[in-house]
């Protein structure tokens, strides 16, 4: 019996100004278990128009997010609003130079975010899918929650941490990000790649820090 093909369809993100990327929150996190990275990725009227989720499942994913947090190897899946798979987003292992690499449903490459050294900033390149750098983001220390796509001196977008209220910032990882296009006319590709960066930027800076 002949398989059926997986149904993809990738988020039309081009008519969008802004969206919400809101990490969904797990009940687990409030006694202090390190439960599985979902997001949920809303329109500015705070409608869903998709979704994110960590792969790894069971016991030995448990195990990885608990002891080597940000670090370990995974995968994030980002469906649509009807669940079809939209894109993948692998990271794999490593220490500090860390990164995502993003494709299509079908697995071709659009890009990939890769972390920069630095240590008095927040800096990673967005890569396109020959690698070539397009877009870097820098942001000094002190400005925690802000994240500009610079390129050739101009914003080409942002992605700003939100607020979530003092029991979840102080008790959970739950964090919620505000992505700005400010170049309308980036396609759907690369407004991919920054929501792609939404969710490395919770995942890098602000998931709790194991060893």
Same mark, same amino acid.
């Given at each position: 019996?002949? !398989?059926?093909?997986?149904?993809?369809?990738?988020?039309?993100?081009?008519?969008?100004?802004? *969206?919400?990327?809101?990490?969904?929150?797990?009940?687990?996190? #409030?006694?202090?278990?390190?439960? =599985?990275?979902?997001?949920?990725?809303?329109?500015?009227?705070?409608?869903?128009?998709?979704?994110?989720?960590?792969?790894?499942?069971?016991?030995?994913?448990?195990?990885?997010? $608990?002891?080597?947090?940000? #670090?370990?190897?995974?995968? +994030?899946?980002?469906?649509?609003?009807? =669940?079809?798979?939209?894109?993948?987003?692998?990271?794999?292992?490593? #220490?500090?130079? @860390?990164? +995502?690499?993003?494709?299509?449903?079908?697995?071709? $490459?659009?890009?990939?975010?890769?972390?920069?050294?630095?240590?008095? !900033?927040?800096?990673?390149?967005? @890569?396109? $899918?020959?690698?070539?750098?397009?877009?870097?983001? !820098? $942001?000094?220390?002190?400005?925690?929650? !802000?994240?500009?796509?610079? =390129?050739?001196?101009?914003? *080409?977008?942002?992605?700003?941490?939100? #607020?979530?209220?003092?029991?979840?910032?102080?008790?959970?990882?739950?964090?919620?990000f505000i992505v700005e296009f400010s170049d309308t006319s980036m396609n759907n590709q690369v407004r991919t790649l920054i929501v792609a960066a939404a969710i490395f930027v919770d995942l890098s800076y602000f998931e709790r820090k194991k060893s």
């Amino acid at each position: 019996m002949a !398989s059926t093909p997986q149904q993809t369809a990738e988020i039309n993100l081009t008519t969008l100004q802004r *969206l919400l990327v809101q990490q969904r929150h797990e009940l687990g996190e #409030w006694i202090g278990f390190e439960t =599985r990275n979902k997001y949920e990725i809303l329109d500015e009227q705070k409608r869903p128009i998709g979704f994110a989720a960590e792969q790894q499942k069971g016991f030995w994913g448990f195990i990885m997010r $608990s002891f080597l947090g940000h #670090w370990r190897t995974f995968d +994030i899946y980002i469906f649509n609003i009807n =669940r079809e798979l939209s894109a993948t987003a692998h990271h794999p292992f490593r #220490w500090y130079f @860390e990164r +995502i690499e993003v494709r299509d449903a079908a697995g071709k $490459s659009l890009g990939a975010i890769q972390k920069k050294f630095s240590i008095l !900033s927040k800096k990673f390149d967005v @890569e396109n $899918s020959t690698g070539a750098t397009i877009m870097e983001v !820098s $942001s000094p220390i002190w400005r925690i929650w !802000s994240f500009p796509f610079m =390129r050739n001196g101009k914003k *080409l977008a942002e992605i700003n941490k939100k #607020w979530s209220g003092f029991l979840s910032e102080a008790l959970t990882d739950r964090d919620n990000f505000i992505v700005e296009f400010s170049d309308t006319s980036m396609n759907n590709q690369v407004r991919t790649l920054i929501v792609a960066a939404a969710i490395f930027v919770d995942l890098s800076y602000f998931e709790r820090k194991k060893s």
